[in-house]
C-alpha cells in the first residue's frame, strides 16, 4: 500500500523542518552562535512570516558536504 502524503495532510520525511532552540541542540552550540551564523549566511533558513525553520534534510546536506574525513579528504 503507497503513503499519499496529499491524503493526511503530511509533509513527506525530507521536508521536516526545525526550529532554532532543535537545531542548537542539534548542533551542540548555544543559540547565541546560532545567530551569528544566520546572520554570517553560514547556515541556511527558511523565513516563514517572523518565524524561522531550518529544512532539517538541508542542513544534514550541509553537513555531510563540510565534513572533514580522515586524511583531509572531504
Not at 521536516?16 to 546560532?34: D, G
Not at 547556515?43 to 516563514?48: P, T
Amino acid at each position: 500500500m503507497t503513503h499519499n502524503t496529499q491524503d493526511t495532510g503530511e509533509l513527506p520525511t525530507e521536508a521536516e523542518f526545525l526550529t532554532k532552540p532543535e537545531v542548537a541542540a542539534l548542533l551542540r552550540v548555544s543559540p547565541r552562535t546560532l545567530d551569528t551564523w544566520l546572520q554570517r549566511g553560514i547556515i541556511g533558513h527558511v523565513r516563514l512570516g517572523r518565524s524561522i525553520r531550518f529544512s532539517r534534510a538541508a542542513l544534514l546536506r550541509q553537513l555531510e558536504r563540510q565534513t572533514i574525513h580522515a586524511g583531509g579528504a572531504r
